[in-house]
């Protein structure tokens, strides 16, 4: 399923809250690729502005630490006043280095004096700079999940195509299992890699797959006798305890959040004593061969369409010699059930009460192998060459199979046991490991549910999995796809096995069946939110209103189009940055007014910084030369009587220069200025 081209329109923008972080950590704000990026923007300035605020409180501090009543020279004042006026510390950087080169060799240790306030500029403008950047990790949700909302919102009317008859429903009730499953395959295929789920592709689901845990020396899930190598020979597959929210992104708060556990052991079985072998009449016209042999495989009677059969499934001689390559056949039955209300009911050796049981029937009819198999699905250890010799005309292609295999029996068969296992997130209280049987009727499942102790909305998680986990067993990971269902598949060039399997390539089969099925629950949870596929356009669907709290709490992964941010993050950012920017604003009110309350003794230091301020050092400048008469010797902006006018600084040469006033000037015409060097 690609979330990102077909669902994106289905993401939620505006706030929401991720309940796996909690309410104040989770809560998160999802906006399209375009307002987020003037969101980050804006961020970015703002937390740029507070820095400087902050710069500016920075030399506040030094400023007057720095002030001293004791005489100081030159240097020392000139440094004051670049506290006073720097607005940044690139132009703190710059005056100190004027400084420090300028009295090089008229002030004691010139370059100690100002090369530390440097360095601590240049490390503050690193801090500063990389505080914007990360700004924008820091409003980065946990998670990094966004939330479906669709109007379309609901499953397929049908959950399973056994109850009804009508053939347009079931045909599309088969369509739409096919491509779930082949969809599920090729995500499985892909992601459910160490190496491969890291790719784009993989980045839908919260998770990019669910865990497998594997045995490869488990017990037979069947009586010992039917399992082929013998009573610990059998492979089991098991998620361990899944999250309805964490693994499947059903975003609940923790108390109604389900886990639920899926197990699934396959073993080899015998063939010996479950096979009988006779002649049949003759099917086909000029058939080259005496006799029309068919091989029936007993493990069950099985329904043929018309009534129950003594076998499970039948193999003819004509397939055999045909030019096919592999052919997967398969039943199941879930336990519980009786022979009526399914299509195979296994026999004796093969029935579990708690757990589905499927059979896989392996013909490799006519595939030939490169190197020899002893993997006891895939066995081959008979020579082509006598094989063929076998079939009458067939010498012309003696010579090209030389040292290639047959296989060594026309069928073989795996089965498979699934069980699931729900529990109650809240409580801890777990059913006993079970296959679909309690999903399939109504006082079963309220059975289940009330042994559960479930809330109202856990009861709707419930409800929401059992659909989902109705139709997930191994059986149906291969439905409809046959020898497609197989990677030994994808090493066949025509009829021949180019790759040498391994001895456990049985193992490595059902493991992908098994992925198939978890990529299909991820799936299916998704498209729950989004509405499912629509295949014809007279398709039915359902709302499932008994789950609308649902409908609206799915969670994935945040697709090109769209970027969630954390809420907590932004305000923590615009609180930080509010409080110092009003703190800038502020602190040389505070400090005077504390000063003059508590201590008198340093109003020396608040008048140091007033008069340091560039707009202070003009009055005294012009006052110095009788320019105008002022007001506001200590406030931030120092003003002249109505009307005042002077002339401007002249700069006569690069030699220190002279104020004098020009003879005979008055403010009254303007208190011109003359300039002289001295």
């Known amino acids: 399923m690609d979330v990102d081209s077909a669902n994106s329109e289905f993401i939620h923008t505006g706030v929401w809250t991720d309940w796996s972080y909690g309410r104040i950590h989770g809560a998160t704000l999802t906006l399209s690729a375009q307002n987020a990026g003037f969101l980050t923007a804006f961020l970015a300035l703002f937390v740029t502005i507070s820095a400087g605020h902050l710069w500016r409180i920075i030399t506040f501090t030094i400023h007057q630490l720095h002030t001293s009543q004791k005489p100081k020279d030159a240097l020392h004042h000139q440094q004051q006043v670049a506290f006073r006026n720097t607005t940044s510390p690139t132009s703190l950087i ?49 998670g990094n999940d966004c939330l479906i909302m669709s109007p379309n919102c609901g499953v397929w009317s049908e959950v ?12 599309m009730f088969g369509a739409v299992q096919l491509l779930a499953t082949n969809t599920a395959t090729q995500y499985a295929r892909t992601c459910y890699n160490n190496d491969t789920q ?13 865990p497998v845990y594997t045995t490869a020396n488990a017990s037979c899930p069947f009586n010992t006798s039917i399992c082929l190598e013998g009573a610990t020979a059998a492979f089991t597959m ?34 010996v004593p479950y ?51 592999y052919m997967i056949h398969a039943s199941w039955a ?36 490169e190197y020899p198999t002893d993997d006891p699905m895939f066995s081959a250890h008979r020579s082509a060459l006598d094989e063929l010799s076998a079939i009458p005309g067939a010498n012309a292609t003696i010579a090209a199979i030389d040292n290639w295999y047959s296989p060594d029996t026309p069928t073989t068969m795996l089965g498979c046991v699934d069980q699931f296992q729900l529990c109650n997130a809240r409580t801890g209280t777990c059913s ?113 209103t008994d789950l609308s709290p649902l409908c609206g709490a799915q969670k994935v992964r945040c697709p090109a189009g769209n970027i969630s941010f954390s809420v907590l993050g932004m305000a923590g950012i615009v609180a930080v940055g509010g409080v110092v920017i009003m703190a800038n604003l ?67 040469g690069e030699r220190h220069v002279l104020l004098e006033k020009v003879e005979g000037s008055t403010p009254e015409n303007g208190g011109l200025l003359a300039v002289g060097q001295a």
């Open 94 to 142: 710059w005056d100190f280095t004027l400084l420090a080169w300028a009295w090089r060799t008229n002030a004691r240790r010139s370059f100690m004096r100002n090369v530390p306030f440097i360095l601590l500029a240049i490390v503050w403008l690193a801090l500063a700079g990389s505080a914007a950047i990360l700004s924008a990790r820091i409003t980065e949700p946990p």
């Open 160 to 171: 399973s195509g056994s109850n009804t008859s009508d053939p347009n429903v079931l045909d």
């Open 198 to 210: 890291n790719l784009p592709q993989c980045n839908v689901y919260t998770k990019p797959r669910l």
């Open 238 to 271: 098991d998620t361990g305890l899944l999250d309805t929210r964490e693994h499947l992104g059903i975003n609940t708060p923790d108390d109604d959040r389900m886990l639920f556990r899926k197990v699934v052991t396959c073993a080899p079985l015998v063939r």
């Open 275 to 325: 096979i009988t072998v006779h002649n049949d009449s003759n099917p086909l016209p000029d058939y080259p061969f005496e006799n029309y042999t068919l091989a029936a495989y007993h493990y069950g009677d099985s329904s043929d369409g018309e009534g129950f059969v003594n076998y499970t499934y039948k193999y003819d001689i004509v397939t055999s010699r045909a030019l096919f390559a």
């Open 334 to 369: 879930f336990a519980g059930a009786s022979k009526i209300e399914q299509s195979w009911k296994p026999r004796a050796e093969l029935n579990r009460t708690d757990a589905d049981v499927s059979i896989f029937f392996l013909n490799a009819n006519n595939v030939m192998y």
């Open 432 to 544: 006993n490991p079970h296959g679909v049987q309690p999903f399939m009727d109504v006082a079963s499942l309220t059975s289940l549910v009330n042994s559960l102790g479930l809330s109202l909305l856990q009861s709707d998680v419930f409800a929401m999995l059992v659909n989902y986990l109705t139709l997930n067993n191994m059986y149906h990971s291969i439905y409809g796809r046959s020898s497609y269902a197989l990677r030994a598949q994808e090493t066949l060039a025509d009829l021949n096995q180019m790759a040498p399997l391994p001895a456990n390539q049985w193992h490595i089969e059902v493991q992908a069946w098994f992925e198939t099925n978890l990529a299909k629950l991820q799936e299916r949870s998704v498209e729950f939110a989004t509405g499912p596929r629509q295949l014809r356009e007279k398709r039915q669907r359902v709302m499932l």
């Open 586 to 652: 502020v602190v040389d009110m505070v400090i005077g007014w504390v000063s003059r309350r508590w201590f008198p003794g340093n109003l020396y230091r608040r008048l140091n910084w007033a008069l340091d301020e560039k707009l202070q050092l003009q009055r005294m400048a012009f006052e110095g030369v009788g320019a105008g008469h002022w007001d506001g010797r200590t406030a931030a902006v120092p003003v002249t009587d109505r009307g005042e006018m002077f002339g401007s600084w002249a700069d006569f």
